[in-house]
C-alpha cells in the first residue's frame, strides 16, 4: 500500500490550503425577468436565453398565477404609496 514517503509540515500544508477558497460567482441580470442569473446559462427563472424563450420552466406557479402575483405586488405597492 502507498504511504507519503515525507512528512508534510504544517506550513506545506497551509501554502496548500491557500488556493481552497471559495470565488464569489458573478452573477448579471435577466434581461427579461429581472432576476440574477449566471451568465451564459438560460435563465431558471423564465426560460429566457438572448431574448427569447428557449426552455419551459416548471414552476409551482403557472404563468397566470405569476400575472396575477405580480398584479397583487404592484396593487400594494399602490396602496403603500
Ligand atoms: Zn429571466
Known amino acids: 500500500m502507498g504511504l507519503p514517503g515525507h512528512r508534510r ?3 506545506h500544508k497551509r501554502r496548500r490550503a491557500s ?3 471559495l470565488k464569489r460567482s458573478n452573477l448579471s441580470v435577466c434581461g427579461h425577468c429581472h432576476q440574477p442569473v449566471v451568465p451564459h446559462r438560460v435563465c431558471a427563472n423564465c426560460g429566457y436565453y438572448r431574448g427569447r424563450q428557449v426552455i ?3 414552476s409551482k406557479l ?3 398565477a405569476r400575472a396575477k402575483a405580480s398584479q397583487a405586488a404592484s396593487a400594494a405597492k399602490d396602496k403603500k404609496e
Open 9 to 11: 509540515t504544517s506550513s
Open 19 to 21: 488556493h481552497f477558497a
Open 56 to 58: 419551459k420552466v416548471k
Open 62 to 64: 403557472s404563468a397566470k
